[in-house]
């Protein structure tokens, strides 16, 4: 408790003007009322030893303590006390919910995206090896008939097969020396694989194998066979082609909407995704399913149009239509008002887009700030608390008293502020 003001007042009347007091007079100077002169210093012999000089005691603390002392009684007397109470009121939700149609600005825009998009399946690739052989018949002057899938055996022991009937015309006498019958035919290897590929040979039947004919029938090629193959190809699906038709048709749907964004009427203007509508114009990819190949090309050309509208409209008749639903007896947390967008309709002709709006805000009932102030005049704060626990409105509440010496709250209702919470 701070002392009494009284008490302060008598301090004040008996503090000292000078508190300079001698019990002596001061070196150097004669006592009032002497008229004698000083007498001349004798000069004394130096002391040995001189003894350290002690100074007064400082002052300033002195001063200090009393000029707070004053500025303490002074400001008991002269500064009037406030208090401040900040109210954090029970809020309750409300969630309304409206259809409107508001004007809106038509916005078109083209475009066209493309891209190289993978194959995503392998398949085994596999291919015979094939090529021409001459067979020659020096075993007899008979012709020699060979059915088709007939075998021949290279020297290195890869099989072909030729593929129709031929016959090998018989050997024929030229001056006493017997001259093979040729036909020339084509062979296929009879597996696939890139061993087939094998360069010129001789070949011979192993079906005359054991007899006289095993070696005077035989065959020979002069270039290399080719063809053969046996490898895992990549290759293009319809779903491929599904799937770049789809990722062309989002991406180019994101690309509109930037382009969009950047013709925007100034003013607070927004577009809805639900207000965006796409027409795909054309898809093309240079590429049909069944192509082996590990990628290939495809594009997406596209119309857009969407409607904008200024959000700011919305929200001015969102804040209105709210104002209009708020119970009697309640206020409104303007700052609490949260907007939610859905597209019912667009009309593109008369240019209107018809919204559903979601709102919700908060609302908390009026507190009468004067009877509160008048009910807790010249109170302490554990009684103004209690006094405020009896308001069903208030959440909870904050109590400051200023200066920090005051115990109570001030006399006069103008002296005491109230302020209310929302955050």
Do not use: H
């Not at 210093?41 to 002690?54: D, F, N």
């Not at 699906?237 to 038709?245: F, G, L, R, S, V």
């Not at 008002?337 to 919700?360: A, P």
């Not at 009026?366 to 006094?387: C, F, H, S």
Request: overall charge negative.
């Amino acid at each position: 408790m701070f002392p009494p003001r009284n008490f302060l007042i008598q301090c004040l009347l008996v503090m000292p003007l000078n508190n300079k007091v001698f019990d002596v007079a001061p070196p150097n100077q004669a006592p009032s009322g002497s008229t004698k002169e000083p007498k001349k210093e004798e000069k004394k012999a130096p002391e040995r030893e001189s003894r350290p000089r002690v100074s007064a005691p400082s002052k300033i603390p002195v001063i200090i303590a009393g000029a707070a002392v004053l500025m303490m009684a002074l400001g008991w007397f002269l500064i009037e006390p406030k208090a401040e109470i900040e109210i954090w009121p029970k809020t309750e939700l409300i969630n309304l919910r409206v259809e409107t149609e508001i004007p809106g600005e038509v916005l078109e825009v083209t475009k066209s995206v493309s891209g190289n998009f993978p194959s995503s399946t392998t398949k085994l690739k596999t291919a015979k090896a094939s090529g021409m052989i001459r067979v020659y018949n020096a075993y007899s002057t008979n012709s020699q008939p060979l059915i088709p899938n007939t075998r021949f055996v290279s020297g290195d022991g890869k099989l072909f097969r030729i593929t129709e009937w031929i016959t090998v015309p018989g050997a024929r006498n030229e001056g006493g020396k017997l001259v093979p019958g040729t036909v020339d035919v084509a062979v296929t290897a009879d597996q696939p694989g890139e061993d087939y590929n094998i360069d010129a040979s001789t070949f011979s039947l192993p079906g005359l194998v054991g007899t006289a004919a095993y070696t005077a029938i035989y065959a020979k090629s002069s270039e290399a066979m080719s063809g053969g193959m046996s490898q895992e190809m990549s290759q293009i699906t319809q779903a491929d082609i599904d799937k770049a038709e789809v990722e062309l048709t989002n991406k180019s749907r994101e690309e509109s909407k930037a382009a969009l964004e950047e013709i925007l009427p100034s003013g607070g203007y927004i577009i809805l995704d639900e207000a965006i509508d796409q027409k795909i114009t054309g898809f093309t990819p240079l590429a049909k399913a069944g192509d082996e190949d590990s990628e290939f090309f495809a594009q997406v050309e596209s119309q857009t149009k969407a409607m904008a509208f200024q959000k700011s409209g919305v929200e001015d008749f969102a804040k209105t239509y709210v104002l209009s639903q708020v119970p009697e007896g309640k206020i409104l947390n303007e700052s609490s008002i949260r907007v939610e967008y859905t597209r019912e309709d667009m009309d593109i002709e008369k240019g209107t887009i018809t919204l559903t709006l979601q709102i919700t805000a908060n609302v908390y009932s009026a507190i009468d700030e004067q009877a509160l102030k008048e009910a807790v005049v010249n109170k302490r704060p554990e009684a103004i608390t209690g006094i405020l626990r009896g308001y069903s409105q208030i959440a909870k509440a904050k109590v400051d008293l200023w200066p920090f010496w005051v115990e109570e709250s001030p006399s006069k209702p103008e002296r005491i502020g109230i302020k209310i919470m929302l955050d």
